[in-house]
């Protein structure tokens, strides 16, 4: 047991010489550092410049804070605004696109209308053409028709002219043989 006494108060001292030896709390000119001044001068009286700088501290983290928040909202607010822009402009040009789209669709539908009409036209005007040629050959025909006809009718006119004459002559001559005899 006195050994162990013995040890104990040796740890002690040097645990002690230690502590005094190598101080840790800043004592220095037999005074302590500002850690343990509390606010209090040389003279043992309050001091307000230690508050006024936790005071400036503050009010410098909170400004700091503050225009930190406003440049976060800023930038979501750019960012938004930026978004709202690109969603504007996606909807104009979709909408340009869709306008260009119909007015081509319209266009078409024009040009198909008129082509179907003209073709239709081109229907009409070809069969008023073929029935007015049909109707020039029906008449040409008719006049060719007519005309062989009168020439014909001419012809039996003229050939039976003809054969009344021959026939007046010879009984003409009969006649006139018959007389003479």
Known sequence: MAKKLILLSIATTF????????????????????????????????????????????QQRQRLELERRKQELERRNLNQKRQSQLELDRRKAELNRNRQQAELNKRKAELDRKRIEQQRNNAQRQKLDNARKNQLEQNKRRADDNRKRAEQQRKNANAQNQKKADEQRRKRQQELDQRRN
């Open 15 to 58: 645990l002690a010489v230690g502590c005094v030896a190598l101080p840790d709390d800043g004592y220095n000119n037999n005074r302590y550092d500002n850690r343990y001044d509390y606010g209090y001068n040389q003279n043992r009286q309050y001091d307000n410049r230690i508050e006024r700088q936790r005071w400036e501290n503050e």
